[in-house]
């Protein structure tokens, strides 16, 4: 069983930590944080350090991967770019619930999670480093560019397309042949029922538009800050 690592020791970070030990293809050694300390244990594991210490850590413990466990899309993005510079060749896993129900066809990118209860129907693509959360459900043909997201219990019709770095919220229904572009947000609980231009807010039912919105900007209730801004690191300084 091949040694990856986590990157992100959060709320969300625990779910993605589940899926890997229930789908037990690999063997998680530990957590990448640059909020907490290094040597902070998290549901049993250790915080090994930050990004900057990829290099030592990827020989000490001969990993072979891993997997970006930040809920915020944009974050998750700039955490992606950042280990492209440390380790370029830094190999991605997915992890796939063994509750989820993945049909025929279906395509599932690099650094991708696919939490407890999803459905993913016939012939649905999932690009890389996005998240389907739990009981969220994808019909088929259904397409999410990269770093694009789905909340838990959002339901989604066939034919649909998600643009990169966009999120749907908590418990949204979509109907069929619906088209979302990039960076753009819809609200928790939304009926969306026609297509949302790039960087928006739409929200209600059925969901209009609220207002423009700027790539980067935090969308999540537990965000306190832009997430546009991680820590920096010691070479970046």
Same mark, same amino acid.
């Given at each position: 069983m091949q040694n990856i690592i986590v990157f992100g020791a *959060?709320?969300?970070?625990?779910?993605?930590?589940? #899926?890997?030990?229930?789908?037990?293809? /690999?063997k998680v050694v530990g957590f990448i944080d640059s909020y907490k300390k290094k040597g =902070?244990?998290?549901?049993? /594991?250790?915080v090994l350090g930050s990004?900057? !210490?990829?290099?030592?850590?990827?020989?000490?413990?001969?990993? /072979?991967?891993? %997997? &970006?466990? =930040?809920?915020?899309?944009? $974050?998750? @993005?700039?955490?992606? !770019?950042? %280990?492209?510079? %440390?380790?370029p060749e830094f190999k991605y896993i997915s992890a796939v619930h063994p509750s989820a129900q993945v049909g025929k066809g279906v395509q599932i990118g690099r650094g991708s999670v696919v939490m407890p209860g999803v459905t993913i129907n016939?012939?649905?693509?999932?690009? @890389?480093? #996005?998240?389907?959360? =739990?009981?969220? *459900?994808l019909d088929h043909d259904g397409f999410m560019n990269n770093f694009s997201s789905l909340a838990p219990n959002v339901c989604v019709g066939g @034919?649909?397309?998600?643009?990169?770095? *966009?999120?749907?919220?908590?418990? =949204?229904?979509?109907i069929e042949?619906? $088209?979302?572009?990039?960076?753009?947000?819809v609200g928790a609980g939304s009926l969306l029922v026609g297509n949302v231009s790039s #960087?928006? &807010?739409?929200?209600?039912?059925?969901?209009? %538009?609220v207002r423009k919105r700027i790539p980067g900007e935090p969308y999540l209730s537990g965000n306190k800050k832009s997430s546009s801004v991680i820590p920096l690191l010691a070479n970046e300084i």
């Open positions: *959060s709320g969300h970070g625990s779910v993605v930590l589940d #899926c890997i030990e229930q789908e037990a293809k /690999y =902070t244990e998290v549901n049993g /594991y250790a990004e900057y !210490d990829l290099p030592f850590l990827i020989e000490k413990h001969q990993i /072979y991967g891993g %997997i &970006v466990a =930040t809920g915020d899309n944009w $974050t998750r @993005n700039l955490i992606v !770019d950042r %280990i492209l510079k %440390i380790v016939a012939n649905a693509i999932i690009a @890389n480093h #996005c998240i389907l959360n =739990t009981n969220s *459900s @034919n649909f397309i998600l643009g990169r770095g *966009s999120a749907i919220c908590l418990g =949204t229904n979509i042949n619906i $088209t979302v572009g990039e960076y753009s947000v #960087c928006l &807010v739409v929200y209600g039912a059925p969901a209009k %538009i």
